[in-house]
């Protein structure tokens, strides 16, 4: 079954001609080679897949694209259009808040919404928002440093 | 010659072509020695041919090429300090190209701290030996004696007259020369270091945060199939039929069954999905007697005759010189490595040749395995390996490249087997689970008088004590990877071996400082007169703020203190937790690593990868424990493996103790070595429970509280 999706992709227009029911990660990886956005579970366990619909993180293994018809994505590729990185980017650059960078695109994309969110999250909420997102590394204390920076600056990320 | 070195040889004359300009320095160190277990572990020794090459371009740009890769550890930034700091350039002109067969020379593969400690040498002399060549250049160039120079930020300057000088970039220019390094090179002393010992920005911190850093799986080729294969449901089990004509008919799907290879393939990996989904098979499952409780006496059972290579004194002696005696066995798990990233790998076939792009550890490694498994000659095929999402001893096997490879010959096209997350807990290398048997004993004077120590299948690797202890004997049974002990694939994870060794063996040592009713501060010093081991538990002693105290606490508030060595590093840890005693939860609060790894060439890189390993442990030390039945995996996803989430993770202070005169020892294992035994003998102080199983979950926790 084949159907239009039309939905707003890091601020610009797309249109897919295919199933509705395949998943935004592979749409995003394969038609739209935004290969940012990973693979870790399929399941929605480990947060590596995370991009922002509307303000708000989803998995996007588990998330339908009938699901964004018209909806508003973003992806770690569009936090740093023209080639200037975001606040939540540059905390995460600073902090060194990674090691292996598999799954930072999902850490920086959870960050950002979570800020979205709440602007001045106590460090209780920011390990709340980020309980979701697996770090196998053990960069967490760098992650939480980077967020807590971008929080300080007072800005949205 | 071997195949090998031939490959080498052709490959560079090519490589130094296609370079054009430009200064090329090679580098040929000799053998380097390493301890005996990591030889065994690792096959071939590390080679005595050619270690690395650097490139100084006609732009003054330099490029390190080298085998080794960049899994998160951060070599790629200390590995291009070490070049940058013996060149005399800034870290900002550095390029470090890695683990790709055809530009890179030869390389064990990237595991065993071994990057910094044994590669990094041999990094630091090309450079120096760059820096005698580009100088000698500037001498000619100058009419001065290189005794007259001084090298700044790749500039050569005439010390008597500074507007006399030349930069690296122009004394390039023009030239093609290469240079073979076989002196040894005078390297920077420490006092000397301008790029090392300091924590510049990572080079691959960039891409990593937006999103443009590429692994394997972000490979993309025209025409490309994703390939989702058909796994056995238990390990050992055979097809008894596959049925593929359901999938086969699916419109876009290719199916492939050849050679025991069976695989739905489409340009859409959620319809090769649904075509594996389809293909119907039976199977004949070995019947499966063992599970996650009864391993260990089969461990024990089927471990056949010990290797003895400690054999000390006289331990019935030592016996009966002894004030107590203790004997105690203690269990670890099957761990999975669980990198976030799993094994990936795109394989392009075509015209007699194959280019594989490997989530690796060991695109060296896996170069041969393809090779063999296509037919190939060795030079015909070429391993890139991009970024690697975490690999932690788990990416070293080349499974998914040979299956890429030889779906990818089969089919023509190229093909991405990127395993779903079920297919990396089946096919991962699991730490394997151990038992430790300990008998041992102390005097009145607080001394060990003998240590009779029985490893089975975690192998050697930390099995000696850092303890004078002189009526002592260790025997490994098992060794670590045998074949047909487990039933399933095992193999190395972070600091393998010795993470399993010490949970036995650092809570041996505390529990006879308890049973001597001492310190277990005091007891360790007590027992040894090793200085780097004094030093780490004076240092975190001391960051710790330790009070000595013979009782344990038993208020639900502990505090525990371990000691190991591990990759060259000497490591002492103590944790703060509580406990609570209704429900067994365990909640660590602080700790302390100290840690001597000779000279730090980047110490925010080594405070990140010992937060690393001790963030790995807690996951080791609480939850992490593969079920399965027999060769039947059950663990299929995170929702049944649980590791280190970001609210486990407690304070943690790393002190680096100096020790300059010593070189730049292992970073990336260290730390994790006395996760469980600090773990451990914090909750008995909190407690008296002495949790002899990992992982110490609540429900065992609890278990052993009810005992005391």
Known sequence: MTDTIRFTLNGKAVSLETDPSRKLLWALRTDLELTGTKYGCGEGMCGACTVVVDGQAVRSCVTDLASVQGHSVTTIEGLSAGGELSPIQQAFLEHDGYQCGYCTPGQIMNAHALLLQNPKPTRAQIVEGMEGNLCRCGAYKHIRAAIEAAAGQGRQS | ?708
């Not at chain 2, 779906?407 to 430790?436: C, H, Y």
């Not at chain 2, 039947?632 to 103790?657: A, C, G, H």
Request: glycine share 10%.
């Open chain 2, 1 to 708: 010659m071997t195949a090998r070195a031939r490959l080498t040889r052709m490959d560079r004359r090519g490589f130094v072509k296609a370079l054009g300009g430009g200064v090329l320095i090679l580098v040929s160190a000799p053998a380097l020695a390493a301890p005996e277990w990591e030889l065994e572990a690792q096959g071939p020794r590390y080679p005595s041919d050619i270690n690395a090459y650097l490139h100084i371009a006609e732009d003054g740009q330099v490029t390190l090429f080298s085998g080794k890769i960049e899994m998160g550890q951060g070599v790629m930034t200390s590995l291009g300090q070490m070049a940058a700091d013996e060149l005399g350039v800034d870290l900002d002109v550095m390029h470090v190209v890695m683990g790709d067969t055809a530009s890179c020379p030869w390389d064990a593969g990237t595991w065993g701290s071994m990057t910094t400690r044994f590669f990094g040498p041999a990094v630091r002399a090309a450079a120096a030996q760059a820096r005698l060549v580009l100088t000698d250049l500037a001498a000619q160039r100058l009419g001065v004696p290189r005794a007259e120079l001084v090298v700044e930020k790749g500039v050569v300057y005439h010390t008597a007259n500074r507007d006399h000088h030349v930069s690296y970039g122009d004394l390039a220019r023009g030239q093609q020369i290469t240079h073979t390094v076989s002196e040894k090179a005078v390297l920077k002393s420490v006092r000397e270091f301008a790029v090392m010992g300091r924590s510049p920005k990572r080079l691959d911190g960039r891409d990593k945060v937006t999103g443009g850093a590429k692994y394997a799986g972000d490979m993309r080729l025209p025409g490309m199939l994703y390939a989702r294969i058909l796994r056995p449901p238990a390990h050992g089990a055979t097809p008894r039929s596959v049925d593929t004509s359901a999938a086969a008919a699916m419109s876009g799907v290719t199916v492939v069954n050849q050679g025991g290879l069976v695989a739905a393939l489409a340009a859409d990996p959620e319809l090769a999905e649904r075509a594996l989904e389809a293909i119907k098979a039976d199977w004949d499952v070995p019947p499966a007697t063992v599970d996650g409780d009864g391993i260990f006496a089969h461990l024990v059972s089927e471990a056949g005759d010990p290797q003895t290579p400690v054999s000390e004194g006289d331990l019935a002696a030592g016996r009966t010189a002894s004030a107590r005696t203790l004997e105690v066995e203690y269990h670890t798990a099957y761990v999975a490595h669980a990198p976030v990233e799993p094994h990936t790998s795109l394989a392009d076939v075509k015209d007699g040749k194959a280019t594989v792009w490997a989530s690796t550890q060991s695109p060296f490694g896996n170069q041969p395995q393809v090779a063999r498994a296509l037919g190939f000659q060795i030079e015909n095929v070429r391993i890139i390996t991009p970024y690697v999402g975490g690999g932690f001893g788990g990416k070293s096997a080349g499974l998914q490249s040979v299956e890429a490879a030889r779906l990818s010959q089969i089919v023509g096209k190229p093909v991405m087997v990127d395993w779903p997350r079920r297919d990396e807990f089946f096919n991962d290398t699991f730490g394997p689970a151990a038992v430790l048997k300990i008998a041992s004993g102390v005097d009145r004077a607080g001394r060990i008088t003998f240590w009779d120590y029985q490893v089975y299948a975690a192998g050697g690797r930390g099995a000696d004590v850092l303890y004078d202890i002189p009526n002592r004997r260790v025997r490994i049974y098992g060794g670590r990877d045998r074949e047909h002990y487990h039933f399933f694939g095992t193999g190395p994870w972070r600091a393998p071996g010795a993470n399993s060794n010490k949970f036995g063996y650092e809570q041996q040592i505390d529990a006879m400082a308890r049973a001597a009713g001492m310190d277990p501060l005091e007891f360790r010093l007590r027992n040894t007169k090793d200085p780097r081991a004094v030093a780490v538990l004076r240092a975190v002693a001391r960051a710790s703020n330790w009070t000595s105290r013979a009782a344990i606490r038993r208020d639900g508030r502990g505090r525990g203190l371990a000691l190991g060595a591990d990759a060259g590093a000497y490591v002492a840890h103590v944790a703060d937790v509580t406990v609570d005693r209704a429900t067994g939860e365990v909640k660590v609060e602080k700790i302390w690593c100290a840690q001597d790894m000779g000279i730090v060439v980047n110490p925010r890189g080594a405070e990140m990868q010992a937060e690393g390993g001790i963030t790995m442990g807690l996951g080791a030390c609480f939850s992490e424990e593969l079920t399965f039945q027999g060769g039947r995996i059950i663990t299929k996803n995170f929702d049944s493996y649980e590791f280190t989430r970001m609210s486990r993770v407690p304070e943690i202070e790393i002190v680096l103790v100096p020790n300059d005169r010593l070189d730049p020892q292992g970073g990336g294992e260290p730390s994790i070595i006395n996760m469980g035994a600090v773990i451990a003998n914090a909750i008995y102080d909190a407690t008296g429970a002495r949790m002899t199983r990992l992982p110490m979950t609540p429900e065992r926790v609890l278990a052993e509280i009810r005992k005391t």
